[in-house]
């Protein structure tokens, strides 16, 4: 199976040469999101609660497009500014997962794009 970009309004457009997600051999790759506004593409800045929410959001959107759910995700890298704030992403996170949560790596950041606080990517099964 070749692969396949994944596009969606409902999510920010890319900020860079890459896409939102791509899908290949029943895997779909999602880029990090921030906490961008997918109309405005502006970042949502406020706590890490909120950019979390907003990322989570962003991320169930591309999923979405694909065809998946986060039940459907293996892998999430996570990355933050301030890895104090590790369990309030934490409290966010884990209101995505009805059951038993995907492998991840949490990994602290000097710095992410457009001064966000909070990044999240993942893989995912179709």
Do not use: H
């Amino acid at each position: 199976m070749a692969k396949q970009g994944v596009s969606t309004v409902r999510a920010p457009k890319a900020i860079g040469p890459y896409s939102q997600a791509i899908s290949s051999n029943g895997l779909i790759f999602c880029s990090g999101q921030i906490a961008l506004d997918p109309v405005s593409g502006e970042l949502q800045s406020g706590s890490v609660a909120d950019e979390t929410r907003v990322c989570m959001q962003n991320l169930t959107a591309v999923l979405d497009a694909a065809g998946a759910t986060w039940a459907d995700v293996l892998k999430v890298n996570v990355y933050l500014t301030d890895f104090d704030q590790y369990a309030v992403f934490n409290e966010v996170y884990a209101e995505f997962f009805d059951e038993e949560p995907p492998a991840r790596a949490a990994i602290g950041v000097a710095a992410l794009p457009k001064g966000a606080q909070v990044e999240v990517d993942c893989i995912a099964r179709v």
